[in-house]
């Protein structure tokens, strides 16, 4: 079983601040790891994904994240945000089996809103 | 590549009638997902298909059915809506591992369903 959460289903910044999307997870298997980015009225974007080796990733648009397996972590950050950054983020997991492949159907969490002010 | 598309984009049904919602992929992708999106909630799973001639349930599947019609197209079809499927509808299509092995979903622009 494995489910994610997402603390704060509302995040407000500034335009320059830290962007910080908080990520937790739990998977009784080893986890593949993902950040979606869902911009009004349009599908789901991937925005960066974690597999195996280097724990920080990058991802499209500035955006990075470390996946800290002590903690069961997978916490999104930007250093300076954007206006155009301002959409709804989704952390979901994947889990693995014994042969290591996934499984392939993610668990999401429920979604954090960043709002950006100028 | 259009990637995923989907059909209707828009639609309206009263309570009882019944609706195909459509889905396609052009990237030779083997597995194919149908998920709801609610406030608040996330993206819940209602079907997926591994493989072509295979389905199975989700997390939410109930009030829906299925049809992996070929390796192309995954149809969701709600024989008697009611208002509590009210929602906002994902296909998602996922393509082989390749050398990552991660398995990352490719999605379609939605399908925005209200129940009267």
């Known amino acids: 079983a494995q489910s994610v959460t997402q603390l704060g289903s509302h995040v407000s910044v500034s335009e320059g601040a830290l962007v910080l999307l908080r990520c937790n997870y739990s998977s009784s298997v080893p986890p593949y790891l993902f950040w979606y980015v869902q911009y009004p009225n349009q599908g789901l974007q991937l925005l960066l994904k974690?597999?195996?080796?280097?724990?920080l990733v990058k991802g499209i648009n500035g955006f990075e994240a470390e996946f800290k397996k002590s903690e069961t972590s997978f916490h999104l950050t930007k250093p300076s945000a954007h206006m155009s950054d301002a959409a709804e983020y989704f952390c979901?997991?994947?889990?693995?089996?014994?042969?290591?492949?996934?499984?392939?159907?993610?668990?999401f969490g429920q979604g954090t809103i960043l709002t950006v002010h100028p | 590549n259009a990637g995923v598309t989907q059909t209707p984009k828009f639609q309206v049904l009263k309570t009882g009638q019944s609706m195909t919602l459509q889905c396609a992929q052009d990237m030779n992708h083997n597995s194919m997902y149908w998920y709801r999106q609610d406030p608040g909630m996330g993206l819940r799973l209602i079907y997926y298909s591994a493989s072509e001639g295979t389905t199975d349930k989700g997390e939410v599947p109930n009030g829906y059915n299925v049809s992996r019609l070929n390796k192309r197209e995954f149809s969701l079809r709600l024989e008697s809506a009611a208002p509590s499927q009210t929602s906002v509808y994902f296909c998602?299509?996922?393509?082989?591992?390749?050398?990552?092995?991660?398995?990352?979903?490719?999605f379609g622009p939605g399908t925005r369903l209200t129940v009267t």
């Open positions: 974690y597999t195996t080796g280097a724990t």
């Open positions: 998602a299509s996922r393509g082989p591992p390749g050398r990552s092995r991660s398995y990352e979903q490719y």
């Open positions: 979901a997991v994947s889990g693995q089996n014994a042969g290591g492949t996934s499984y392939g159907k993610l668990t």
